[in-house]
């Protein structure tokens, strides 16, 4: 039998506001007492399934020393980490701060190679374990939905998994049933991750990353299932935090996998009771004063222990007049809470039905970036180019991301993309292709006209 560990979304240098700095650490403090759960529980192995940074380049040397601490913890208790990289931590190049832990000899990446428009994806087999673990990364753009959905995968060396435990890991949302609403729009349907594993493979489980909710919360026999974030990376983790332990009451964990011949058991266990999640709700009235708020904040938070880390949203209501006190607020309470260093707040705005709660957009503004960019460009394209953004889509996807290094190389090699990309679209033939890319180079340069595709094969 194969005991497994599947963590995933850790997102470590999160939460990089001053006024969250609380959040901050506190996720630094739950990636160490991961790693001790992990350390206690001796398993063969851990899967981690993406998003281990915020951002590609994580922005605290003290978070990466902190992972690389915690990652030769593991490596000296000899239970190996196999992790794939998620859409936050790939470059635009397609490199992660993971090849470095990789070289390092702190972690184990399943390989993958972009050839043409396939994504070769290799296991790492492990004899002694009987195990192989392929590795389907998140991209930048959500590309991997559209391998996927094209069925674009391309499993190697399967004689060589064939007759051991099969594991296949991925970043991407799924929509599988029961997930939240806040995921759907972005999902991709079940059958399309496992209608593209090679007849003759069964996978015996599905480690999934990207869905920050821990999925399923109480279903054993599954073998396929996000273990969820940690802590998560904004505030709209934190409501789910809330709605976890307000719906289901429990908390943020981990995921422990057993495989044998027969079948897969999959247990959410979530051992994590940080931050407290608190709600405050708080009606203005013009007769009140700012102080009269914030000793009522303030004295809610009285019995707070200062051993945990506590995440408090303040709901306020305000008629639209009074808006203007909620920034006073936020600053008193700042200066006050200051001197716990345990608390963080978050204060959201309704005002006659207007929801004016700044972060919560950005925080939407930028979960729709990196989600949804790819219908936004679409939209675009399809304003400007009609019928031909489709060509432009397609160029998009496919210029090569990942596989260049240097501005030149990225040059040439899409240009030469391009080329082979609208001969084809246009059915044209090399000679034509030749012609065509002297006009391309020379005429956008002109009077500032840049012109569309069809203009430039004319
Ligand atoms: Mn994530």
Redesign the pocket.
Known sequence: MLSIIHV??F?ISSFLKFKDKSLHDLNIKLFKLIIDRIIEEQPDLVLFS??LFEKPLPAKLDDIKSVMEGLIKLRESRIPFYAIP???DMLPDGSSYLEILESANLLKMPKYTIKGRILEIKPIVDEKLNVAVYGIP?FKRNLEQKYILERRIKFTEVDRAKGKSIILMV?TSLNLEGIPQRYIKQSIPKPSITSIVPPGLNVNYYAL????RPYPITLKNINIAYPG?PL??DWNDIYETLELTKVYGRGRGFRKVKIDSERTISEFIDFIDEPVVKELNIEFKPSRSIDSYIRDILGEMRDYSSDKVYAIVINVKAPIGEVNKVAHIEHELQRKIKNFGNIAFHIKVESEGVSLDEERIIALISDFKEINARSIEEEVLRKVLGEEANIAMRILDELPYGITHTKREFIECASSKIFQILAEEFGLKEEEEKKNSIIVEEKPRRGGKVGTITEWLT
């Open positions: 995933a979304d997102h993406g998003d998620g859409s936050h998140g970043h990353g990207h869905v920050h974030a998560g990376r």
